[in-house]
């Protein structure tokens, strides 16, 4: 157990629709990441928040947004939901003093 | 563009066998290296990592090489056993600290270790 949490495990939604992804870091952690990981696609970085602030953007399409809220929960948010979006989407937290990133389990996301 | 290239991309070696994985980067500027392994349906967990002063790290059966003049570094595994079939990422990041140093991964290596 990483200590990362991650709702919900699955998901199963429609083209055109939205959907939150929510990530709970270790305690303590303040930064976290989030990443796509689609068949044979390897992880994608999608954005960093540290302590509530935006630091770093990858791949992320202008449909996703993502906060990083005053608890240090984080919500990744999918709009326009198209069958490509289909992946996992993990979160991962940084430990303070060390570059060990330490991820959720996922959620899986399913566009029909 | 993939800031670390890694390959192959599959991999099937049979019980006691000696997989290797290699990656290669071109960023002189990345300075820690860690190794991921990730199991069906779990995220991925640090494995072991390396800094570039040393040319090589050893944690138990799990051993990286590292080639600054090349940039490139390799995942060894001694004596592979079917526990270590997982997909396995390499990645490569500037610094160890907060901020916007990112750990940019490789594409994976799904290892399959035949009984």
């Known amino acids: 157990d990483s200590g990362v949490t991650q709702t919900p495990k699955h998901l199963i939604t429609a083209t055109g629709q939205r959907v939150t992804l929510r990530c709970s870091p270790r305690?303590?952690?303040?930064?976290v990441y989030w990443y796509q990981q689609s068949l044979d696609q390897g992880l994608q970085f999608l954005i960093q928040y540290y302590n509530g602030e935006e630091r770093a953007k990858g791949n992320i399409l202008e449909r996703f947004s993502a906060q990083q809220f005053p608890d240090l929960h984080s919500e990744l948010n999918l709009s326009s939901l198209e069958l490509g979006d289909s992946a996992l989407y993990f979160c991962?937290?940084?430990?303070?003093?060390?570059?060990?990133?330490?991820f959720g389990e996922g959620s899986r996301l399913t566009v029909l | 563009q993939q800031q670390v290239k890694q390959s192959p991309q599959s991999l099937i070696v049979q019980k006691g066998g000696i997989p290797i994985i290699n990656c290669a980067y071109e960023n002189t500027a990345f300075d820690y290296f860690p190794w991921y392994q990730q199991f069906p349906g779990k995220g991925p967990a640090l494995l072991i990592a390396i800094r570039p002063d040393v040319s090589e790290k050893k944690e138990g059966r799990f051993t990286i090489s590292f080639n600054k003049s090349a940039k490139q570094f390799s995942l060894h595994i001694m004596d592979s056993q079917p526990g270590d079939s997982a997909t396995y990422f390499c990645a490569a990041s500037i610094g160890l600290g907060t901020g916007a140093n990112n750990l940019f991964f490789g594409t994976g290596t799904r290892l399959t270790v035949i009984p």
């Open positions: 991962a937290s940084k430990g303070r003093n060390t570059g060990e990133l330490f």
């Open positions: 305690s303590g952690d303040l930064s």
